[in-house]
């Protein structure tokens, strides 16, 4: 970790290939987009590699680092081009267990069209919770954001998305 914050190439080309799929994965999520995706992969570790001497091991972990650094830029993206919607190819990113439960293709695909009336944020705090199973305290610390926003914003986010999928759970 030293050798990539001091500028050694070979130390940061490692650093990249450890989290270059956590990162890619993440802004597919949140983007819709793998274009997107691969512009948000490329500006963030561009991000990290310019602000490499600001992170700290003793105020956090790296992951959770990057999950802000990635959050960030999918936002900033976002507010650059135009609302994203999520166009999720299930061959484009491994299916965690969340995904590949008993829901079938129909369900699938109600998801994805739900997912499309979120907002980036609301998007967001989802992908850091169900996808990456990070817990709330972990998810207000990429953010940078209280707790309670993060409380409120996957409240907000699971009741839009029931109210869509028609359940009342």
Known sequence: MEKWQTGDMAAFEAFFRE?????????????????DAEDVLQDV???????RHTFDANKGKVSTWLHRITVNECLRKRRKDRPAMLRVDPEDIERSGHEQGNAGAGDFEALKEAMNTLDARQRAVLVLRYFNDL????????LGVPLGTVKSRINHALKNL????????
């Open 19 to 35: 989290y270059e799929r956590a990162v890619f994965k993440n802004a597919y999520l949140i983007t819709g987009s793998r274009e």
């Open 45 to 51: 570790f561009t991000s990290v590699w310019k602000s």
């Open 135 to 142: 817990s709330y305290e972990e998810i207000a610390q990429s």
């Open 162 to 169: 029931r109210g869509r999928l028609g359940r009342t759970e």
